[in-house]
């Protein structure tokens, strides 16, 4: 045999092996692959929650709509001016009728709220001021050892519109009960006296943070 004709015969001996030891290597790679640990997938992080900063709670009752506000007074009348707000009307039989609105059910932090304003206007007076604010929480309903006063407690007079400010940190009675409590209602009392007639332009509960809420 020529030395060409053994170089073809070795080649063709070797080809097979080669072939099969590829084959081998293939088969160990497969292998190897389907047993090596996968990487778990991390789930994602849920997304924070959503910041939800507090604001002013605002009451006009520009639509003729109480808002789930009630008149305290079962004796008093409840109407609507034409240029907004809520009239409320004493009783004429009632020496002193309690009148008052009492809002819907709330729930709040009383330290995020330190403020409350009243825009009051005078009809017909009343004889006795009794502007105070009551209020409600999970611990007690409404007490006379649980209250505010306005700041200007004087009795409000026809044609002298009046801003009635409640400082809820400073009560006048209950200590700082408002700051420490979850508050569920309040109730605004007006000046007493028969037939005594008032309009509440606008109510407002003050957030903390809202300077433009709060008249100085």
Request: glycine residues 6%.
């Amino acid at each position: 045999m020529s030395w060409g004709g053994k170089l073809v015969k070795q080649a063709t001996n070797i080809a097979p092996a080669l072939i099969a030891a590829a084959v081998l290597a293939g088969c160990d790679m497969r292998e190897q692959i389907a047993t090596s640990p996968v990487a778990e997938q991390s789930e994602p992080s849920p997304a924070a929650p959503e910041q939800v900063t507090p604001k002013s709670m605002v009451w006009n009752w520009t639509n003729e709509d109480l808002e789930g506000w009630q008149l305290h007074a079962p004796t008093g009348t409840v109407y609507w001016p034409n240029d907004g707000g809520i009239g409320l009307l004493a009783a004429s039989d009632d020496e002193f009728p309690d009148v008052a609105i009492r809002s819907p059910v709330m729930s709040f932090n009383g330290a995020d709220f330190p403020k409350i304003v009243v825009e009051l206007e005078t009809v017909v007076p009343g004889v006795q001021p009794d502007l105070h604010v009551f209020y409600q929480t999970p611990e007690h309903g409404e007490s006379i050892d649980y209250r505010a006063a306005a700041l200007d407690a004087s009795l409000p007079m026809p044609n002298e519109p009046r801003v009635l400010i409640y400082d809820m940190t400073a009560l006048a009675a209950g200590d700082d009960d408002w700051t420490k409590s979850t508050i569920t209602s309040v109730r605004f009392d007006l000046p007493q006296g028969a037939s005594s007639n008032h309009i509440v332009r606008e109510l407002r509960i003050c957030y903390k943070d809202d300077s433009a809420c709060m008249p100085e």
